[in-house]
């Protein structure tokens, strides 16, 4: 019996290990998509939207399985509580993925010349924190996950140093206004990005050490731009 | 036993319809300080981000508790994993209730002759999908929940409407810029209000009837502004 509860919440870690390589992907293509304004490189991130949204109810359900089959409790509870959570998180980030890409396709219709200000910078650190949160769940690692909470404050800043500059832009040239309107929501959703990873880094602390780290900053906000 | 386990399952439910009353307060509050540029009614709303923040982690607690000590299967379970979600989405509707906070004071601080174009009509679609996610999760009520799922298109089409309508006066005249900015931000945080209403409006959908009716329209999108 216990070595069937323990093949089923291997399997578990399997499908959020495998949903979170195709958010990443989504992630890397959309931004990789921008900086190269590179189209076709979206229509991964399209297929992958459905395959993370019909993996999402899989793994909701297999949840509920395990939970009234096997009625876990301590860290295989703790566990499968972070993975329903996580899961979400996962769904979210493949949601701003698909944002950032339709953004990219407006730029791209748009044409001209695109400053990005300092969106490559932000987008290699947004990835870092997410491939590293991903690590950190994959192989246990809280230390990890906390090198991801430190990141955070740091998009914070760039996202709103971002929207101050692309606001300016638009002020001297109204010709700016549509393409700042992108840039500014590109720049918003890789900070959400950066939101979600922390939320997992979180739950792989909660997983580890049974305490709840969030609201750790007394100010972990949605969407702050 | 069986008599302690409801109790704990009723203070589980009194706990959330709580929180959703403060949130629900704060989305209210939020949206009347901006009706009638009243910057005194926000001070409740940051009181309450604190109570919900505090509150969404007791919960969280009691429901890894609950789930400890009584293991339980079927529709109390199914109440419980519902319940985690939902205790999230409100947390992070008191989130944008905050948002909107913000940008109300920046466009007081601003000053000048304010138009809200239609976000006074979305708010009120959105107050009232907010109010009856809460009450159908309270009565138990499906029905209820499946109204709120049919506005969420609506909302969206507001939200895309004021987003164009801001834009072209900002492209008309550039002091419009950082005002517009504001109200396409509050338009942009009601619209996730309304998303996440739909989001336990779903869940009691699930508790009631087993099904997972998520991306029930193939295109339930993060932020889509």
Redesign the interface.
């Known amino acids: 019996m216990q070595r069937h509860f323990d093949k089923e919440l291997e399997g578990l870690k399997t499908s959020l290990i495998k949903m979170g390589s195709i958010v990443e992907e989504s992630v890397q293509l959309s931004v990789k998509a921008l900086l190269e304004m590179n189209l076709s490189l979206l229509e991964q991130v399209n297929e992958n939207e459905d395959r993370t949204?019909s993996l999402?109810?899989e793994i909701?359900?297999t949840?509920?399985d395990i939970?009234?089959l096997h009625?876990p409790?301590?860290t295989d509870?703790?566990f499968i509580?972070a993975a329903?959570?996580i899961n979400?998180d996962l769904e979210?980030i493949g949601?701003?993925a698909?944002?950032i890409a339709e953004s990219v396709t407006a730029l791209y219709k748009k044409g001209g010349k695109l400053e990005l200000i300092s969106i490559p910078k932000m987008a290699q650190i947004v990835e870092e924190m997410l491939g590293n949160s991903l690590d950190s769940f994959i192989h246990n690692d809280p230390k990890l996950g906390m090198d991801v909470l430190g990141n955070d404050d740091k998009i914070d800043e760039l996202n709103r140093n971002i929207f101050k500059c692309v606001?300016d832009r638009?002020?001297d040239n109204?010709n700016m206004?549509?393409t700042g309107?992108e840039l500014?929501?590109i720049s918003?959703?890789l900070e959400?990005i950066a939101d979600l990873s922390t939320n997992i880094a979180e739950e792989v602390i909660f997983i580890a050490q049974a305490r709840?780290v969030?609201?750790h900053a007394g100010d972990?906000?949605?969407?702050?731009?």
């Open positions: 949204n999402e109810i909701d359900n949840i509920v939970l009234a009625q409790v301590a509870l703790r509580l329903q959570k979400n979210r949601d701003h698909i944002n606001v638009m002020k109204q206004i549509e309107m500014i929501r918003r959703n959400r709840i969030k609201h972990k906000k949605e969407d702050t731009a």
